[in-house]
C-alpha cells in the first residue's frame, strides 16, 4: 500500500502513483491468500515427505537382517475378543500367543497347522500338569506350556487336541475336578481333532474329560466353558 505508489509517482507521475495505488489494493488481497495457499501446500509437502522417509525406513528394517537382530524382551500385547485395548498382561499376551501359534501334526507326513490362529482370544487356565485350556471364540485348545527363555516361549507350543463348539453337546463336573464335555463329531479334524483319543474307536457321541488343580478351578473353569459354548450358539443364531 506504500511503497507500490512511490515506486508508480517515480515511473510515471500521477498515472504512477494510480496505477501503484492499485496494484497495493489488489497485492492487499491476493497475496495474503497466496500465502496461506503456499502454507497448506508445503505443510502437505512436508507430510509427505516424511511420509516417505519413514516408508523407506521401515523398507530398509523388512529388507534387511535388522529385523532378526532386534531384541523382542516380551510378547506383543494380546487384544481379546471384545477387540479392547487393555493394559499389557504378561498372561493374555501369553494365551494370544498359544491361540495363534499352537499347532498339530497331522498325516503320515507330519504336516502341522494351527487351528486357532485366526480365531478370537477369550482367556487362557491352568489345568493339570504342564498344561493349559485355552479358549477362544471357536474352540478349546488343550497346549502344553513351552519353556520361556527371556520372557519369550523357547519352542513352538504344540497343541494335543482341540473341540470346536458346534461339536460341545453338553458341559459338566464329575468327582469335584474333573470337566467332563460331550462332544457329538460327524467330521473329525474339520472342526475338532481329539489328539490320542484318535487311537480309540470314536463313535458318533464321545466324552471328553479335563482335569482341573482344585475343585473351586474346576467350578470356575466349567462355568467358562458354558459362558464360551453359549455365546458361540448365540453368534450362529445371529
Known amino acids: 500500500m506504500v511503497t507500490s505508489p512511490l515506486r508508480g509517482v517515480k515511473r510515471g507521475g500521477a498515472t504512477?502513483?494510480?496505477?501503484?495505488?492499485?496494484?497495493?489494493?489488489?497485492?492487499?488481497?491476493?497475496?495474503?491468500?497466496?500465502?496461506a495457499i503456499a502454507l497448506a501446500a508445503k505443510s502437505v509437502e512436508g507430510v509427505a515427505n516424511t511420509a516417505r522417509s519413514v516408508q523407506s525406513a521401515a523398507w530398509n528394517v523388512v529388507l534387511t537382517d535388522k529385523v532378526v537382530n532386534a531384541p523382542i524382551r516380551r510378547l506383543p500385547i494380546g487384544i481379546g475378543g471384545d477387540g479392547v485395548i487393555r493394559a499389557w498382561s504378561?498372561?493374555?499376551?501369553?494365551?494370544?500367543?498359544?491361540?495363534?501359534?499352537?499347532?498339530v501334526q497331522a498325516g503320515t507326513?507330519?504336516?502341522?497347522?494351527?487351528?486357532?490362529?485366526?480365531?478370537?482370544y477369550?482367556?487362557?487356565h491352568d489345568v493339570h500338569a504342564d498344561k493349559v485350556l485355552?479358549?477362544?471364540n471357536q474352540r478349546m485348545m488343550c497346549v502344553v506350556v513351552p519353556n520361556m527363555q527371556n520372557n519369550m516361549p523357547s519352542e513352538t507350543p504344540?497343541?494335543?487336541?482341540?473341540?470346536?463348539?458346534s461339536d460341545v453337546s453338553s458341559i459338566w463336573v464329575e468327582a469335584s475336578v474333573v470337566i467332563c464335555i460331550q462332544v457329538n463329531i460327524e467330521h473329525e479334524r474339520e472342526t475338532s481333532n481329539l489328539g490320542s483319543f484318535e487311537t480309540q474307536e470314536i463313535s458318533q457321541t464321545a466324552r471328553f474329560?479335563?482335569?482341573?488343580?482344585?475343585?473351586?478351578?474346576?467350578?470356575?473353569?466349567e462355568v467358562h466353558l458354558r459362558r464360551c459354548w453359549n455365546?458361540?450358539?448365540?453368534?450362529?443364531d445371529v
Do not use: N
Open 122 to 124: 477369550v482367556a487362557m
Open 134 to 136: 485355552v479358549s477362544t
Open 16 to 35: 504512477g502513483l494510480f496505477k501503484g495505488c492499485f496494484t497495493g489494493v489488489a497485492d492487499l488481497v491476493t497475496k495474503p491468500t497466496a500465502g
Open 109 to 120: 507326513l507330519s504336516f502341522a497347522y494351527h487351528p486357532g490362529s485366526s480365531d478370537l
Open 231 to 236: 455365546d458361540h450358539l448365540d453368534s450362529l
Open 209 to 221: 474329560h479335563v482335569r482341573a488343580r482344585s475343585k473351586q478351578e474346576a467350578e470356575q473353569l
Open 158 to 165: 504344540k497343541c494335543l487336541w482341540y473341540i470346536s463348539w
Open 90 to 103: 504378561e498372561r493374555d499376551a501369553l494365551g494370544v500367543y498359544m491361540m495363534r501359534y499352537a499347532s
